[in-house]
């Protein structure tokens, strides 16, 4: 292997490595975040449709089990000096990490007075121009600012009965 080609392969390998870093590190905010508020308000629950339980039950265990066979793909490449093995676990790790931190982003949980998009908890009481489009997208004004996000994997009629009382 010449020089410039394990050059490449060190930068790409160490760009993955920050693409891990930075999207499992943003799954685990979240997470956290709703375990946070879900203290802070027990009415909290997820608003998800049917295909929204499938969607993300499946989500997460083709995410726990990338997680585990990359990681052991990881180790065992460099157990045996190769290195396709370690590479591919990486790329698992890091596609993996994208799409479920992308998911994980787009959850909706609905309460009793508060709702949470996201890492966000809105108060129902204060949302403005509230508009759900065609295209699976909701969009309101909350502090002054617009917001939106996909209703593909809602139950929009209780997103909607909750809003509106």
């Known amino acids: 292997m010449s020089q410039s080609n394990e050059i490449f392969l060190t930068i790409t390998t160490l760009l993955l490595i920050l693409v891990i870093l930075w999207f499992s590190y943003s799954i685990i905010n979240i997470l956290f975040t709703f375990f946070k ?19 993300f039950s499946i989500s997460t265990i083709l995410y726990i089990g990338c997680l585990i066979g990359g990681i052991l793909a990881i180790v065992y490449g460099l157990l045996n000096n190769s290195t396709a093995f370690w590479q591919n676990g990486l790329n698992v790790i890091a596609f993996m990490s ?15 007075k508060n709702m949470m998009v996201g890492r966000m908890m809105i108060d129902y009481r204060k949302l403005k121009k509230v508009n759900y489009s065609y295209t699976n997208k909701m969009s309101f004004v909350y502090a002054q600012q617009e917001y939106n996000f996909s209703t593909r994997f809602i139950d929009l009629t209780q997103l909607r009965k909750k809003i509106s009382k």
């Not at 994208?98 to 009793?112: K, N, T, W």
């Open 37 to 55: 508020c879900r203290k802070l308000d027990n009415s909290l629950t997820f608003c998800f449709n049917t295909l929204g339980k499938f969607v």
């Open 98 to 112: 994208v799409a479920f931190g992308y998911l994980l982003s787009s959850i909706v949980l609905v309460g009793r």
